[in-house]
């Protein structure tokens, strides 16, 4: 079976950490996997939003390190020739899809950078967020930088560096995620009833949303103001603009296209 799942569905792209027996621990191979299948996603005009979870009870246990102690010649020569432009990570913050994570368990090291790179996650209530520290690595995939916007700085200092684990009541109190739902299979369907909402909303609108957001992270205020104009106004141009203004007015549901 392969590593990762990748399958589109009434307009959503779903990709699936696909290695239950090892916790969907990440290969190497698995990291240029997930890049491919995100990137592919959001080139696909029919795929409107990325789901993205775990197969099994965990949603990702981070990085293999049974493969990695045994590679260091291997990882050296990473970090030599590393290309932060294909990390999922990154990926992650520069496509204009949404993504939407269901954490159906566990996320330890890299998976909890994983799932805080998604625009909206759902979390199970036996699930809960492990910090790389209490294995002797720094948090490698970018959640250094998210946590503390997400948390503020003292709630991600106590996730860091007391190695206290969250579980979902504390993650979703500490704005890690959005909702929590019962089980695994909850927090599946859940996060799948969000993604196929997002499949029906416009995409030109939420891609330049979320383009906007993240520019909004060092624009200067007028600088932001007078960029978010500029994306505003082909949209008036749009056929889905059209279409939003025409089913408003004859009191039906709209069906964008994505022109």
């Known amino acids: ?11 959503i792209g779903s990709i699936t950490l696909n290695r239950p027996d090892r916790l969907n621990a990440i290969t190497m191979e698995m990291l240029d996997l997930l890049t491919l299948h995100l990137r592919r996603a959001d080139a696909d005009p029919e795929v409107r939003c990325i789901l993205l979870t775990g197969a099994g009870r965990a949603f990702c246990a981070g990085l293999d390190l049974i493969e990695a102690a045994g590679q260091a010649d291997r990882l050296d020569a990473l970090a030599f020739g590393f290309d932060p432009q294909t990390a999922p990570v990154v990926v992650m913050q520069q496509i204009d899809t949404p993504v939407v994570a269901a954490v159906n368990g566990p996320a330890a090291g890299y998976g909890v950078g994983i799932a805080l790179n998604a625009d909206i996650r759902v979390m199970s209530k036996t699930a809960r ?3 790389a520290t209490t294995r002797n690595l720094v948090p ?17 200092a106590r996730f860091y560096f007391l190695g206290e684990d969250l579980g979902a009541e504390a993650a979703l109190a500490a704005g890690m995620v959005s909702e929590i739902a019962e089980d695994s299979d ?9 993604a196929a909402r997002i499949a029906g909303m416009p995409p030109l ?3 330049a949303a979320k383009r906007m ?3 909004g992270r060092s624009d ?18 749009t056929k889905d603009f059209a279409e939003a203004v025409a089913a408003f007015l004859a009191k039906r549901p709209p069906e964008f296209t994505g022109e």
């Open 140 to 156: 490698e995939s970018g959640d250094t930088y998210l946590l503390p916007r997400l948390v503020g700085w003292e709630q991600a």
């Open 205 to 207: 609108a939420l891609q």
């Open 129 to 131: 967020f492990v910090s």
């Open 220 to 237: 200067g205020y007028p600088e932001h103001v007078e960029r978010v104009l500029q994306q505003l106004l082909p949209m008036f141009r």
């Open 1 to 11: 079976m392969p590593e990762i799942l990748y399958e589109v569905e009434a307009r």
């Open 186 to 194: 909850a927090a599946k369907a859940r996060a799948g009833e969000l």
């Open 213 to 215: 957001m993240r520019a």
